[in-house]
C-alpha cells in the first residue's frame, strides 16, 4: 500500500512506460520500413540474445538443447537477413543516365 503513494514507484512507473510507448513506436516504424516478417524475426533474435545474457547475468544453467536451439535462431535469422540484403540489392533500380549536354544550332 505504501508504494502506491511512493514517488519512486511512480517515477519507474513512468520511466517504463515511457519505454513501453517507444518501443511500440519503434516496431510501427520497423514494420513500415522492412516487413512484419523481417521484424518477428528480428524479435526472435533479440529474445535469443536475451537468453544468452541471461546465462552471463543471472547464472542461468545453460543446457546443450536451449545453447542450440539459441544458435540455430541466431544462425536463421543471420541467414535472412543475408539473403533479404542480396535481393534488395538485386531490386534496386538502376541509377539515372547522365544528363546529356545540349547541341547547340549555331549556323
Given at each position: 500500500?505504501?508504494?502506491?503513494t511512493?514517488?519512486?514507484?511512480?517515477?519507474a512507473?513512468?520511466?517504463?512506460?515511457?519505454?513501453?510507448?517507444?518501443?511500440?513506436?519503434?516496431?510501427?516504424?520497423?514494420?513500415?520500413?522492412?516487413?512484419?516478417?523481417?521484424?518477428n524475426?528480428?524479435?526472435?533474435?533479440?529474445?535469443?540474445?536475451?537468453?544468452?545474457?541471461?546465462?552471463?547475468?543471472?547464472?542461468?544453467?545453460?543446457?546443450?538443447?536451449?545453447?542450440?536451439?539459441?544458435?540455430?535462431?541466431?544462425?536463421?535469422?543471420?541467414?535472412?537477413?543475408?539473403?533479404?540484403?542480396?535481393?534488395?540489392?538485386?531490386?534496386?533500380?538502376?541509377?539515372?543516365p547522365?544528363?546529356?549536354?545540349?547541341?547547340?544550332?549555331?549556323?
Amino acid at each position: 500500500q505504501d508504494q502506491l503513494t511512493s514517488g519512486l514507484f511512480w517515477s519507474a512507473m513512468c520511466v517504463a512506460g515511457f519505454f513501453g510507448f517507444s518501443i511500440g513506436i519503434v516496431t510501427v516504424l520497423q514494420i513500415k520500413a522492412t516487413s512484419p516478417l523481417s521484424h518477428n524475426i528480428s524479435g526472435t533474435a533479440k529474445a535469443a540474445i536475451q537468453s544468452l545474457m541471461a546465462f552471463y547475468l543471472w547464472g542461468n544453467q545453460p543446457t546443450v538443447l536451449g545453447v542450440l536451439g539459441i544458435f540455430t535462431v541466431l544462425g536463421g535469422s543471420l541467414l535472412y537477413t543475408f539473403i533479404k540484403m542480396n535481393e534488395n540489392a538485386n531490386a534496386a533500380p538502376p541509377p539515372p543516365p547522365p544528363p546529356q549536354q545540349e547541341m547547340s544550332s549555331k549556323v
